[in-house]
């Protein structure tokens, strides 16, 4: 993001945004630390591809099965927004399909495979992202 401004800082936005990002930088630094507590609490990693021993359903998992990968998206934002031209902003997506196409796809086959139906109910009962 920061290369692609400097290289190429397609049209400003407006200088509020700056102030605006404030808010998905402190709900993405609040979501990733609630997810983490309730990993620990669960005794369980929060490293990718390593196998979970416990399935967290609760807290920021009961909005979204993915609150780490959410939160990092909502700090692209706020980054992108401090930056205040259009350039990052075009990113985000670009970061979202990469994040689920060679994180989440994986890590789900990876949840079913261990906790089969409760993993599947959990997943018809929870959206990917928000």
């Known amino acids: 993001m920061v290369l692609l401004n400097l290289a190429l800082p397609l049209g400003r936005l407006h200088p509020l945004n700056r102030l605006i990002g404030l808010v ?3 709900l993405g630094v609040g979501v990733v630390l609630a997810a ?6 669960a005794g369980t990693t929060v490293k ?35 930056m205040n031209h259009v350039g990052p902003v075009l990113l985000i997506p670009v970061f979202i399909y990469v994040i ?21 109910v959990y997943k018809g009962s929870v959206r990917r992202w928000i």
Do not use: C, H, W
């Not at 689920?100 to 890590?107: D, H």
């Open 24 to 26: 998905p930088l402190v």
């Open 36 to 41: 983490d507590q309730q990993f620990k609490r």
């Open 48 to 82: 990718p591809f390593q196998p979970s021993t416990a399935l967290v359903t609760t807290g920021v998992y009961g909005l979204t099965r993915n609150p780490m990968y959410l939160s990092m998206v909502l700090m692209l934002i706020a980054f992108a927004l401090f």
């Open 100 to 120: 689920q196409g060679r994180f989440i796809l994986a890590e789900e086959q990876m949840l079913e495979k261990a906790f089969g139906e409760s993993y599947r």
